[in-house]
């Protein structure tokens, strides 16, 4: 089994695979960005039409979501990032998986549950702090007890599950596609010489596919999810 | 400075540090991504939003206003049409006005020009009559002068004196 290359920095442990991983990921999405951007026009050109269907497609999530339109404003922008950073970060570990020795240095970040627990920590963060904002703290309390007192203690374990759901769904979906990946590449493959060589190819070829689906997919359900959870400290139940 | 490397034996290390690496990547990112990407392109989208508004609020006025002119220019065409017809039917009724005036006028003038000649006629058969008789008086006491002059012995002279004297007497 490969290993995280974990190391130690102010008290701090630090795993290089997701730190590369994720820095090389907004690299990309940065250079993509100010790519697509460059001559922005009042007559949208090719480039501008990709960027503006993206943020067309993070704008509709966040607006079916959440009704609050001054919360709309501010959560766009958080949308179009998030969404694209998980996107890239669940895409980069179908293609490329680098290895030295037994510890792992390019993987898909979000095939590790501490990328997606952060993840999912910043949204609820920000959930919280909107919530906050907009009820004020006894108003946002008050909520937990809505619509009856007694539910008080279940809406306080919600999230914690919303949190755990949020998380490992995604951890799980990314992890469980790497792991067949590898599978059908390092076991299945050489098993029995070249012809299973051959044949593991469109298997893996095909499972690379429905991983991208995948990745997509799940992409696109934590930002919805994300953007429902926020919907849901700011509006009034 | 504590950098210290460990080769994780066993994998049982919660990498915290990452969440935080995580959170500071993911903020650049974002701050750029607004800055280079999403702050322009929405801004954009925006103004499109409210050129679109805007356009569809000037096309609305215009078709409006061309409607009002529309209506306007139908009504005075309506009106003038009418104002033609009016204009005509004017004409024809004074038209028929006058010429049934002057119909009368011609009738008049026949009637007195006939009236007229009738009048002259008779005048002129009364004067022709007049000289006539005159005339024939004239004649006959010409002839009768001449007759007298030559055929009339003293005898008949007598008797004519006789005959006037016994017509006075009478």
Not at chain 1, 204 to 232: D, H, R
Request: aromatic fraction near 12%; glycine fraction near 4%.
């Amino acid at each position: 089994m490969e290993q995280p290359f974990v190391f130690n920095f102010l008290g701090l442990n630090f795993d290089l695979a997701g730190m590369i991983g994720s820095t090389l990921m907004a690299a990309v999405i940065l250079f993509v960005c100010i790519w697509l951007s460059r001559k922005v026009e009042m007559k949208p050109n090719k480039k501008q039409n990709v960027l503006e269907y993206l943020l067309d497609f993070t704008d509709n999530i966040v607006k079916d979501n959440v009704s609050d339109p001054d919360a709309q404003k501010h959560l766009s922008l958080y949308a179009f990032v998030l969404f694209l950073f998980i996107w890239f970060m669940n895409q980069l570990g179908l293609f490329m998986e680098i290895k030295v020795g037994d510890f792992m240095f390019v993987k898909s970040p979000t095939a590790d549950p501490v990328t997606t627990m952060s993840f999912a920590m910043m949204t609820l963060l920000l959930s919280f702090t909107f919530g906050i904002q907009k009820f004020g703290t006894g108003g946002y309390w008050r909520n937990y007890a809505e619509p009856v007192s007694f539910l008080f203690p279940i809406n306080m374990i919600e999230e914690v599950t919303n949190f755990l759901t949020l998380s490992l769904r995604l951890y799980g979906n990314i992890y469980a596609g790497e792991v067949l990946l590898t599978l059908i590449g390092n076991r299945l493959a050489p098993s029995f010489g070249i012809t299973t060589m051959v044949l593991a190819a469109p298997l893996a070829m095909i499972w690379q596919g429905f991983s991208v689906f995948i990745g997509s997919i799940q992409a696109y359900v934590f930002v919805t999810l994300s953007m429902v959870y926020v919907g849901k400290k700011v509006t009034k139940e | 400075m504590t950098f210290q490397t460990l080769f994780a034996a066993s994998a049982n290390h919660i990498y915290i540090g990452n969440t935080l690496w995580y959170l500071i990547v993911f903020v650049i990112l974002l701050l750029l991504v607004k800055h280079y990407a999403w702050g322009p392109v929405s801004d954009m989208m925006e103004k499109r939003r409210q050129k679109v508004i805007n356009d569809l609020d000037v096309a609305a006025d215009n078709r409006k206003k061309a409607e009002v002119l529309a209506n306007e220019r139908e009504a005075a065409l309506k009106n003038s049409r009418q104002e033609a017809t009016q204009i005509i039917s004017e004409a024809k009724v004074s038209a028929q006005k006058t010429s049934s005036q002057i119909v009368a006028d011609a009738n008049k003038n026949a009637t007195s020009i006939h009236e007229k000649a009738k009048a002259d006629a008779a005048q002129a058969k009364a004067d022709a009559l007049d000289e006539a008789r005159s005339q024939v008086a004239d004649l006959s006491v010409a002839i009768a002068e001449k007759v007298i002059a030559k055929n009339l012995s003293a005898t008949d002279q007598k008797d004519l004196v006789d005959q006037f004297i016994k017509g006075l007497n009478k």
